[in-house]
């Protein structure tokens, strides 16, 4: 089941993020920068984007185990428990989140994301060809569903 976050269990979906954002970016983020992701600042985080028009959901199974935000067509925050990855979840929250777009369907990857691209290129993204850079080592690419 997949649920807009709101108050009420806005705390349940910015402790997925943190577990999930921590896990993600260990390889190549100081510890004491992955340690600041705490669930009470991801839920600012999350509290702030919602406030400036972004949807945010969650997928419950028998418990709550993954998010993804949504701003017109840009997709973010998508997010699936790493005991809980590599399941379909992470594929079903896509689904929805591009459901979720009233723009082209776009969203960014770390070019280190191998999992994600091959998700995102599976259910049909293509790279656009923009880039940012992250750090001196690391970019993020642009992806969208043409």
Known sequence: MIVPVDETNLLQAATIHSISWKESHRAFCTPDFIETHTPDRQREYLRNKMNNGTKLYMLIEEK?????????????DLYILPDMQNMGYGTKLLLYAVGQCTDTPTLWILENNINAERLYRRIGFKETGRKNA???RLDEIEFALT
């Open 64 to 76: 709550p185990i993954g998010v993804v935000s949504v701003t017109k067509g840009l997709i973010e």
């Open 134 to 136: 992250i750090t001196n």
